[in-house]
């Protein structure tokens, strides 16, 4: 039987992670634009998880993982380690401390020992307990880059998956928290309508693809067309993306830890865009802009709830010409100008 | 038994059944109120005609079009989940996926992954703000985006490649147990066009050949020749469904006899569009037109659907094209590989 439940004291703890959050007093000692290779699990980035065509090599900005980013020496024994108050993995792990304390895990799904509907349907049929605050927490395993893997689950439970997965994960989800040890393939939440996703590694093309609703956090970078055809929720890249975000998106949230390719922004939608990197170009129509006081508390909020660590104010807006020219003509009738 | 029921295969061994080889390809629901078009929806699926809708198109998320409900049955029939019936219905899948809901993928019969933008009724390629209202737009009427026209996308952002969009394909076979998935592309740069498309191993093939350029020779000779590629790309076996401009039920059969396994019937549908959009009544109490929907479908469609069911019978099942149709006119001869017949 593939199906374990398991008590909430469970003794089976999960693969620790190699660099666990600890106390330190110091900030980030590689650039934001780096992901840094270290401080992701040593089973979050392996070379063979993903099949050839999951991840391929274009399916990150060029710049994404340069390999002569990291100072020299910087993986030797001698260079600075990361601390870890890091964002990428104080965000990812904040919500949780079950990195270094014994998770309380319900249940144990393995996909090497299941089929795909066989684990959706396990999955939704994991029983919830009276006090909504508390989510069922389910393990998975076996992950090793699996296609189209956890998708259209509408149960609110905790996911967390051990290992990388490959295109299409966790499409069409609501309700489900989910955090991925490993990297992710290209689509990556498509139609996501509610609930959480965060990937503690890279994503590739077209993440966030026409989601609705819902938050989704990717801790490495991700690839082009990100948030393509979004019609609301969130979506966060602590790294850097590639070209095209936010292409056809109508409305949502997008905000880009680092840099961005070319084409930013939609001057024909009502997408919130924020960087805090570079972007290559801009599309034709929008324009930077800084934050106003509102959207700095909304985003500081929103940057907490991610886990992403830094002020708000180091981020600027890609708005829509027109749209920042209406909330001029607006925002002269409260702060007049001729005062 | 209809004679032209089909069977679709799916690689996972399952495989989907229709009874008749007509669809609706691209109706305009827009042009009517939500109740109006799903009664028709469903009046014409029950006519065996495989209808295109999303579920947003034709009725609000809390109250699902009778396309997308169960075939009633009566009470002594076994009320087992399996057992129940749905009437036939593809899905869009457009790039952008404006609309969709997870819901869009439940017991449909075809999902149809659209790899080319098309124009709306102005000629642009984009969606009117009344399209996006209906789509996206929330209970109370409220528009997204601005409330402005919409580009259409010219590719899903979420596949990389023709050949990554196999991957696609296979995503949505899981989404969709019940559909077979197809791929539908214009028919200019047909080889080009045909050998793309295969790449990513759909489960039937549908070239819009719509055009109003397009003649009635030029499309038989379109038909041949997508067919012809598709047997060099070893998909003789798979189904192509053709979407064409204006045609006779003479014109349907003589199209499956040219090696098409399916053909749009729009052109009949348009025309009972407008008469229902002329004969509503203004009074949203007066629904003596709405309960008359399925009866006036009915009245309008059926005698071409049964005449291409006639048509279709008097078909040699495995002729060749030569086989199966003769001509007295050497272009037509030449263009489609019919037999030259003397007279």
Not at chain 1, 24 to 36: Q, V
Not at chain 1, 262 to 283: C, D, E, M
Not at chain 2, 60 to 65: F, G, K, Q, R, T
Not at chain 2, 220 to 240: I, Q
Request: a negative charge.
């Amino acid at each position: 039987m593939p199906h374990v439940p398991k008590p909430p004291q469970s003794a089976k703890p999960p693969t620790p992670l190699r660099s666990a959050p600890a106390e330190s007093g110091s900030r980030e000692t590689l650039p934001n634009k780096t992901p840094p290779s270290d401080a992701l699990p040593s089973d979050a980035l392996p070379s063979d998880a993903l099949p050839a065509d999951a991840l391929p090599s274009d399916a990150l900005p060029s710049d994404a993982l340069p390999a002569d980013a990291l100072p020299i020496g910087a993986m030797s024994d001698q260079a600075p380690q990361l601390d870890s108050t890091h964002d990428t993995m104080v965000g990812f792990d904040q919500e949780s401390v079950d990195s270094t304390n014994l998770p309380d895990i319900d249940h144990e799904f393995s996909m090497q020992e299941l089929f795909d509907a066989e684990l959706r349907e396990a999955i939704r049929t994991v029983p919830l307990p009276g006090d909504e605050e508390k989510l069922p927490r389910v393990e998975i395993l076996g992950a090793d880059g699996q296609h189209a893997a956890l998708m259209r689950i509408d149960h609110p439970v905790k996911l967390r998956v051990r290992g990388s997965l490959g295109d299409y994960a966790f499409a069409h989800n609501s309700q489900t928290v989910i955090k991925v040890f490993g990297n992710v393939g290209h689509g990556v939440a498509e139609g996501m309508s509610s609930g959480s996703i965060r990937v503690r590694g890279h994503a590739g093309h077209g993440a966030g693809t026409a989601m609705t609703g819902g938050t989704l956090g990717i801790y490495g970078s991700a690839g082009d067309r990100t948030g393509g055809a979004m019609r609301g929720g969130g979506l966060f890249v602590r790294g850097d993306v590639g070209n095209d975000v936010g292409l056809g998106a109508l409305a949502g949230t997008i905000v880009i830890g680092g840099d961005a390719g070319n084409n930013l922004g939609n001057p024909l939608s009502n997408v919130a865009v924020f960087i805090r990197g570079k972007a290559a170009s801009l599309t034709p129509g929008v324009t930077e802009a800084p934050l106003r006081k509102k959207q700095e508390v909304q985003l500081g909020l929103l940057l907490i709830s991610a886990g992403i660590r830094g002020d708000a104010t180091d981020f600027r807006r890609i708005v829509p010409i027109a749209k920042l020219a209406a909330e001029n003509a607006a925002r002269g009738e409260v702060v007049p100008n001729w005062r | 038994m209809y004679p032209a029921a089909q069977t679709i295969s799916r690689p996972d061994g399952s495989s989907t059944r229709l009874e008749l080889p007509l669809f609706w390809y691209e109706p305009p629901w827009i042009q009517m109120p939500r109740d109006v078009a799903g009664r028709l929806a469903a009046s014409v699926a029950n006519l065996d005609v495989v209808v295109s809708a999303l579920r947003r198109d034709i009725a609000i998320d809390e109250e699902p079009s009778e396309l997308f409900a169960a075939i009633p049955t009566d009470e002594s029939a076994s009320t087992d989940a399996a057992q129940r019936q749905f009437l036939p219905r593809m899905t869009p899948y457009r790039a952008e996926r404006y609309g969709f809901t997870p819901a869009d993928f439940d017991e449909t019969r075809i999902i149809d992954v659209r790899l080319a933008a098309t124009r709306d009724d102005s000629g642009r390629f984009a969606y009117s703000p009344d399209q996006m209202s209906r789509w996206e737009g929330g209970a109370d009427g409220s528009t997204i985006g601005g409330g402005g026209h919409v580009a259409t996308g010219s590719f899903p952002t979420d596949v990389v490649s023709l050949k990554q969009a196999r991957t696609k394909l296979d995503q949505l076979r899981l989404l969709a147990p019940s559909a077979a998935v197809f791929v539908s592309i214009d028919c200019y740069r047909l080889e080009e066009e045909v050998a793309a498309a295969l790449v990513s191993q759909p489960d039937g093939l549908i070239v819009r050949m719509n055009q109003p350029e397009i003649e009635g020779i030029q499309l038989a000779a379109l038909v041949t020749k997508t067919r012809r590629l598709m047997d060099e790309h070893e998909f003789a076996n798979k189904p192509l469904w053709i979407v064409p401009g204006e045609v006779s039920p003479r014109d349907v059969a003589k199209l499956i006899a040219l090696g098409a396994s399916a053909v749009a019937i729009d052109a009949w549908c348009l025309p009972l569009v407008r008469f229902l959009l002329e004969s509503m009544p203004t009074s949203r109490f007066d629904r003596t037109a709405f309960n008359q929907i399925p009866a006036v479908a009915s009245q309008h469609l059926w005698d071409d659907i049964d005449r291409v069911i006639g048509l279709l019978s008097a078909i040699m099942p495995h002729g060749s094209t030569p086989q199966r149709l003769g001509t007295y006119h050497s272009r037509w001869a030449k263009a489609c590989g019919a037999s030259l017949l003397v007279p």
